[in-house]
């Protein structure tokens, strides 16, 4: 009798033990407090700004003093399918050659002395023949082209010194640069050229405390971009226009947001032009000189209806040009809520390559 009542305890005692572990292990795995903790955890994984190892440092400077004389040198001299950031120092003078970033080498960063006194330079214009007799068109005119992902540029800046042309010139177009590459950040650089000066051509860029110059579509491509607190300085004479952007389908998440920026210079210029045919472009917290034109914007060929697809905002802008701005008839003055969108480095999902450092 003793060894069935001990018998028994102990199959009871057993069963207490697993029921126990097994309501424990249910709240662990499906506790709303568990589930929030997890949801939580994946998110802040999911948003972190990651950065690759770091850093190879590559000097050019073109007394040869150290390092590379040319700056394509240096790019050349990156191993293909980089994994590491690599900070190419470029010291003060004017680099007169054609650069070009490969697909093949992300993580490069342009590290210059300073705007005014580390620059860039080339010379081709749109009607100038390549090494295979064919005109070079616009795309390929840049001075600098980049089609990696993940290059940054500091303290520097990109020219192209061909001649201004006159509106409706054929053939004059003059990229200084063209960004081709996803996650693409720019500090504190210059863009100077006349048309078609920036190609802010496809991926995801942000610009911030630049300083880009032109007359004719001088910030010109699909990109999906933010522009903040930078300097946009016409130097048109008689008629010239600021953005013009290529967006073509209403699912494309592509667009210019240009926030805290400065529009300077000289006029007329459209702030804005329908490149594509749901071309996307928001000025937001924006002073704007006296040298917009009346109706502020464009609609490219006035024949194919783009004025009823386009989004072409604007929020909160002032200056003496701010009204002509708002003034057209196909722009939208936004309020906060269609304005949100535009006004944070989510417009082009910076949470996760963006340090916090440098939004």
């Given at each position: 009798?003793?060894?069935i009542?001990?018998?028994?305890?102990?199959?009871?005692?057993?069963?207490?033990?697993?029921?126990?572990?097994?309501?424990?292990?249910?709240?662990?795995?499906?506790?709303p407090?568990?589930?929030?903790?997890?949801?939580?955890?994946?998110?802040k994984?999911?948003?972190?700004?990651?950065?690759?190892?770091?850093?190879?440092?590559?000097?050019?400077?073109?007394?040869?003093?150290?390092?590379?004389?040319?700056?394509?040198a240096?790019?050349?001299?990156?191993?293909?399918?980089?994994?590491?950031?690599?900070?190419?120092?470029?010291?003060?003078?004017?680099?007169?050659?054609?650069?070009?970033?490969?697909?093949?080498?992300p993580?490069?960063?342009f590290?210059?002395?300073?705007?005014?006194?580390?620059?860039?330079?080339?010379?081709?214009?749109?009607?100038?023949?390549?090494?295979?007799?064919?005109?070079?068109?616009?795309?390929?005119?840049?001075?600098?082209?980049?089609?990696?992902?993940?290059?940054?540029?500091?303290?520097?800046?990109?020219?192209?010194?061909?001649?201004?042309?006159?509106?409706?010139?054929?053939?004059?177009?003059?990229?200084?640069?063209?960004?081709?590459?996803?996650?693409?950040?720019?500090?504190?650089?210059?863009?100077?050229?006349?048309?078609?000066?920036?190609?802010?051509?496809?991926?995801?860029h942000?610009?911030?405390h630049?300083?880009?110059?032109?007359?004719?579509?001088?910030?010109?491509?699909?990109?999906?971009?933010?522009?903040?607190?930078?300097?946009?300085?016409?130097?048109a004479?008689?008629?010239?226009?600021?953005?013009?952007?290529?967006?073509?389908?209403?699912?494309?998440?592509?667009?210019?947001?240009f926030?805290?920026?400065?529009?300077?210079?000289?006029?007329?210029?459209?702030?804005g032009?329908?490149?594509?045919?749901?071309?996307?472009?928001?000025?937001?917290?924006?002073?704007?000189?006296?040298?917009?034109?009346?109706?502020?914007?464009?609609?490219?060929?006035?024949?194919?209806g783009?004025?009823?697809?386009?989004?072409?905002?604007?929020?909160?802008?002032?200056?003496?040009?701010?009204?002509?701005?708002?003034?057209?008839?196909?722009?939208?003055?936004?309020?906060?809520?269609?304005?949100?969108?535009?006004?944070?480095?989510?417009?082009?999902?910076?949470?996760?390559?963006?340090?916090?450092?440098?939004?």
């Open positions: 009798m003793a060894s009542c001990t018998s028994s305890f102990i199959y009871a005692f057993m069963l207490v033990i697993l029921n126990l572990l097994s309501n424990f292990a249910l709240q662990a795995t499906s506790s407090r568990h589930l929030s903790s997890v949801a939580s955890n994946s998110t994984r999911r948003h972190r700004y990651v950065e690759p190892s770091c850093c190879r440092h590559i000097s050019v400077n073109i007394g040869g003093a150290r390092g590379f004389v040319s700056v394509q240096a790019v050349d001299s990156v191993p293909e399918n980089n994994t590491e950031r690599v900070i190419i120092h470029i010291s003060a003078g004017y680099y007169i050659e054609k650069v070009v970033v490969p697909a093949s080498k993580y490069i960063t590290q210059g002395d300073g705007r005014d006194t580390t620059v860039i330079e080339w010379h081709d214009r749109a009607s100038d023949r390549g090494p295979n007799g064919q005109q070079l068109r616009t795309y390929r005119t840049a001075s600098v082209s980049v089609f990696a992902d993940y290059f940054s540029a500091r303290n520097i800046s990109f020219k192209n010194t061909a001649p201004a042309p006159l509106p409706g010139m054929e053939g004059w177009q003059a990229a200084a640069f063209r960004i081709s590459g996803d996650k693409a950040y720019f500090l504190g650089c210059g863009f100077y050229g006349a048309q078609d000066t920036l190609c802010d051509d496809a991926g995801r942000y610009f911030k630049c300083y880009i110059e032109g007359s004719i579509d001088f910030i010109f491509g699909n990109g999906r971009s933010m522009y903040k607190e930078c300097e946009i300085h016409s130097i004479t008689r008629f010239g226009s600021i953005a013009a952007q290529d967006r073509n389908w209403p699912e494309e998440k592509t667009g210019f947001a926030l805290n920026c400065r529009v300077t210079g000289t006029g007329p210029v459209y702030v032009r329908a490149l594509g045919h749901y071309s996307r472009i928001v000025y937001s917290y924006t002073y704007f000189g006296d040298l917009v034109a009346h109706g502020g914007w464009d609609d490219w060929d006035h024949t194919a783009t004025n009823k697809t386009v989004f072409f905002g604007v929020y909160k802008c002032w200056g003496p040009g701010a009204e002509a701005v708002k003034g057209g008839s196909w722009a939208r003055e936004l309020d906060y809520k269609s304005a949100h969108p535009f006004l944070a480095k989510s417009f082009v999902n910076g949470r996760h390559w963006i340090a916090p450092s440098d939004a």
